[in-house]
């Protein structure tokens, strides 16, 4: 079996405000915009944002599945979390810095550079 993991989305409950937070932490531009669905293309990787709300659906927050974002170096990855709601600081695990930041929206995005 051949698979391929292809894109995630984020549920979000203000589209523009999760827009502008992500074009700043990923540094590019949001590809496809929509008030219920929009999506960062991340060389190849379809990352989506989903105004869950705006179609009825009931959404539970939790921090069991984090989307993982890698930086080149500590210094861009310190650069990155600096004035960011922090919920794990910057830890050295093994062969890697790791932090968690909570988006504009509430969701936990871990944060990793490597050492």
Known sequence: MDVKLN???ICVKDMGRAIAFYE???ERQVTEKDDIYSVFDIRGF???LFAFEKV???HEYGSNCLPSLSFENL???ENK???KDICFPLTRIKE???AEIVDSEGNHIEVTAPV
């Open 46 to 48: 379809r990352l989506g």
């Open 81 to 83: 979390i600096a004035g």
């Open 75 to 77: 210094k861009m990855l």
């Open 56 to 58: 009825g659906e009931s």
């Open 24 to 26: 700043e932490l990923l």
């Open 96 to 98: 890697n810095w790791v």
């Open 7 to 9: 894109s995630l989305y």
